[in-house]
């Protein structure tokens, strides 16, 4: 069974920074392409950063030159450094896999931007 738990998620001003971790649990994580994805209620979940299993990274215009995406094939754990947080990233954040043809989903971390 897949699983993909995220952690890191929580309240910090406007111009502050966070970290987010995905740990991956039942894939192969090494080829597994990794994803960060962000949804506000009654907006459409919006891809933030990916990163491949050659680790070539692609970041939405929104957030490119404040976040960046890494994993660690070792502890099969994808990362996200939010810097220069602004309100408009306030957003639940999703991890998303995809392995095999497939779309594996954690449940999300709350990121709350105050100004």
């Known amino acids: 069974q897949v699983q993909l738990v995220e952690s890191g998620g929580g309240l910090v001003q406007a111009g502050g920074s966070l970290r987010l971790s995905c740990a991956a649990s039942?894939?192969?994580?090494?080829?597994?392409?990794m994803n960060w994805y962000r949804q506000n209620p009654g907006k459409q979940r919006e891809l933030v950063a990916g990163i491949s299993i050659g680790r070539d990274t692609n970041y939405a215009d929104s957030v490119k030159g404040r976040f960046t995406i890494s994993r660690d094939n070792a502890k099969n754990t994808v990362y996200l450094q939010m810097n220069s947080l602004k309100s408009e990233d306030t957003a639940v954040y999703y991890c998303?896999?995809?392995?095999?043809?497939?779309?594996?989903w954690g449940q999300g971390t709350k990121v709350t931007v105050s100004s």
């Open positions: 039942g894939i192969f994580f090494n080829i597994a392409a």
């Open positions: 998303n896999a995809k392995n095999a043809g497939r779309d594996y």
